[in-house]
């Protein structure tokens, strides 16, 4: 059976593994507190659940809404918290040949760089991708007799452009593709992977990366993340008496955008361009989410690249976890509303993860082959190298021997010591290659002193147990929650009807209370609909305009056929998701190529009239011949000089376009008008003409007619 369609069939065969939804609120800001902001959310931890109060509700129903999640954070949870009870099972799964991601989403400014990234050289602030980093590399250092090659790779997603952080100046177009063979996901192409040799190595690389990363300041957020960003870690390992067969785990960590209001950020120019951009794609990252959540049979995958990318995490081959980041003040209470529905959606998502076993396309193959390769290599140079030298010895006993017509034997003997100079350098050459390929692998099991090796393993051990003691814990009470309605009733023994009655009614009103909630939540999504449906008529308005803008400068400017054959030749790329001109086939044929006066070849007139008095001209080609150039060509124009005083109103065109954005001149007494300016307002002593317009006609002063002047 091929690899791939043995993939197919594992992926047919895995299990269902919903995706983790994890919600954090951070602490209320110092500027929320300043501007008088109350915390209208409630954390509870040991139950999953999160509670945000309707700071403009009108009824009973509005007042609280209520979710629940795999887990949620408050404000003083910490970063190792989250990480173990949370993302270590996940790396651990990553480090046995899984894929893993780990994406955080939220309004801007709530803490998904906090969350992934933190503070960089501070060991209790730091985030997720750093934990990860000392997470794998502890696993690999302790892991004796494995192989391991990992590489890293760090992109950013701006304004739909992919763009390569960690070789920013690179030139080559990244472009996303489908993997080949039928096992899903896509893959950026000639994305700079970075070998990695410890944590350390990966910290640089992150750091690099982040140097090179977009963000700007918002009224939220001082350092808003105005791209989405993907830090890819790719981990291959092989047994080192099994090395054919290789595993590859791959994780993903993304901190998206913050989804943003124009009104609340402030946003305008370049900022509006980039947060409409922003949440373009984060609103196709939720229709993927309701779709697949719906169980829909069409999931809008290739609506944005951002859906693209996260293809494998979301309803793919993938473990996932998504957090969900919210802030606690009333002022966002919309926003963390939305960003909750979002997260509660996700719940229903499920992934189908396999390992990704025995891969032949694995890069770790690859390097163990061409070392042997290289091994083999130097063995066979450094063995002629043996014989030339014995050789060379041999020939020198001989010259002991007979020094008499010696020349031709030193000149042998010279020509054989220079092979093998040559020899020496070039297996110089290859074992140089051979150390720099063996660097790139990293043998487990070799850094770490046996006795931390245990304690750490066992730490890890008991660190793993809690997490998944504190989750089944959390599971229990959600359930428990959902059924005591149930066993309330059934447990209760009524002494007389009165009580029943009473008991029922209490019931009736819990019910009634929970409708009301359900139908309020129904509105809400409604109302979310309706809104959403508004922007995006707003949106499709907007671009019918610039289209209907472009076509008609194209009708006006390029003929008609000209159009149809564009038309013709344009095409949509699928791997840039645009639309490029196809090369036009021209058909060359020989028997249809332009004769004149019957010759084979195009012959001008001055040619043949020439040949007429001399055969000297026969052959002569029209491409060939020279012409009688003109004393003056169009270079040598000079223009007419232009007067100064216009030179000095279309400076003053210019400096008052980029002051006022508004076209003023002032007009000297006797008034003008300026070539390439169609219009201009009169101001200074025509002030009170300041509304009159006057048309142009040259790039000369024209005195106003003295009618025109009175009437000033
Ligand atoms: N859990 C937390 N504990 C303490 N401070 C936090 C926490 N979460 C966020 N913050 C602080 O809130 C501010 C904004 O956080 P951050 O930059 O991570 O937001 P963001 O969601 O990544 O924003 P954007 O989408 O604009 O990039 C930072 O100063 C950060 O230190």
Redesign the pocket.
Known sequence: MNKSSENIKNARSANNEAVQVIV????I?EKEKLSGCCEIVDVYPNRGVIEVKNPRAKSDNERIKMFTYDAV?D?R?S?QCLYDEMVRPLVASVLEGYNGCVF?Y????????????G?VGDSD?QGIIPRAFEQIWSHINRTTGVEFLVYARYLELYMEDIRDLLKSKSKKQLVLREMAGGQGGVYVTHLHSQTCKNAADMMKTMRIGNKNRT?GV?N???????SHAIFQIAIEMAEENNSKSVKIGKLNLV??????RQSKTGASGDRLKEATKINKALSSLGNVIYALAENSSHVPYRDSKLTRLLQDSLGGNSKTIMIA?IGPADMNYEETIITLRYAYRAKAIKNKPIKNEDMQDAKLLALQQEIERLKQLIAEKANGRMVNIEESEGSDDELDLDDSDDEELKKEKKEKEHLIELGKMEVDDLNKKLRNLEKQMVQGGKNIVESVNENEMLLEQQRAEIAARKKREIEMQQKLESEEENYTELRQVFTNLQQEVEFKREKLKRLHGRLQSLRQEIKDSHDEYIKNRQELVDANEDLTLQLRRRLLVLENFVPAEERSRLLNLAQFDENTDNWILKKETVNINAALRPRAHNYRRPISDYAIKKSEASPRYRGENVIELKLDLPLRTTQNYLRPAICPQVKAAVKNVIKHELDNNKVVVKIPPHGFSVRGISKIELEGRYNKAARNTIEVHNNRIKPIPKSAKTAY
């Open positions: 954090r609120c951070r602490p800001s954070y404000s949870s970063q955080a939220g309004q801007t400014g709530t803490g998904k760089t906090h969350t992934m990234e503070v602030m963000t918002t939220m957020n001082e350092h808003s993340s105005r901190d998206l955008a913050g989804s943003e980041n």
